[in-house]
């Protein structure tokens, strides 16, 4: 995954935190002291006591993999224009003075302003208020918001990088 946080686990942390526990650190102490007084037949349960760990560090690799591919899926994207063509982009890729087409239902993902007629946007995630605000041309819209009008252009002034 390319710049992003990872959603999961490395391969490493399952491993470790599926071996390194408290539990089978207890039984391989009674282990080595079944060994130590030559208990041999009382040591199946090691065998257990592994197969459980296996198990339990296989079920949580494949819950990675699909986590990751189901993560790829649904990656947010934005819609920009550059160079006089839309494109669609990562979240991470928008930059400064990029200008962001604006769907019903989609996330303004920066700090924008509204440049051509008017916006829609609901900003119950920034105030609570769950009546779509009305952006005349020169309005602000802040991250977070979302559209509710149909297709609308809007430069970025403010996404993080600088």
Known sequence: ???????????????????????????????????FVHAWSNLFFIFVIALNTAIGIMQEL???????????????????????????????????????????GMQICSDAVVMDGTLEVNESLLTGESDAVSKKNGGRSALRQFCDQRQMPGTCHSCGKR
């Open 1 to 35: 995954m390319n710049q992003q946080e990872k959603i999961t686990k490395s391969t490493g942390q399952i491993f470790r935190e599926n071996i390194c526990t408290l539990f089978n650190l207890f039984n391989v102490l009674i282990a080595l002291a079944l060994i």
């Open 62 to 104: 494949k819950a990675k993999r699909l986590i990751e591919k189901l993560s790829l899926l649904s990656t947010p994207k934005a819609m920009v224009e550059r160079n006089g063509a839309a494109m669609e982009i990562d979240l991470a890729e928008v930059e400064l003075d990029d200008i962001l087409l604006l769907e019903s």
